[in-house]
């Protein structure tokens, strides 16, 4: 048995067994758009993607194709540009749906979090080469679900790392 198998092990046995074997039920769910959440940002990202587009199409004037490649590479990229992003949270993941593509991560792959003013940061644990490289996950607050947000990250992440900010302020550049 490697180190990896005994890992998960020993999180099963230290889980309580009410946890393991309960059924996945949804604790909040709510949508957040940056069209919302800062105008201008969207619009300039609007009119920047409009601008490559023209540019392709000046590139390859007569050769669509290359510009519904473009349109598909932006889309999947910029996606959470574009589109409303749908946060749903469990009592054993975290989920964040953008258009058709849909990512969901265990409350447990997280170890710390911090707190912005229009969301907050969950670290994913790097115990892997993917969570090495997607780092974490940003919740965005709506207008109203700040508190509840919190209090669910902070029920199943504990307490914010020493030094970390709370509420306004800019993110340290340590």
Known sequence: MNQRQRGRQAEAQAAPESDVRAPETTLLT???SLRSRRPKTFAV???A???ILALV??????QPGFLLIALVMMGGALGPLYFPVRFRLTNKRVYQRIFFSEDGHRWRDFDEYRVFDDGVFLRLRPTDLRNRYLKGLTLYFSPANRDEVLGLVRRYLGQEKAGDRDEAGPPSKN
């Open 30 to 32: 709510w949508t957040s």
């Open 57 to 62: 199409w000046i590139a390859f004037p007569s």
């Open 49 to 51: 993607t409009l601008l």
């Open 45 to 47: 990202g609007i009119l």
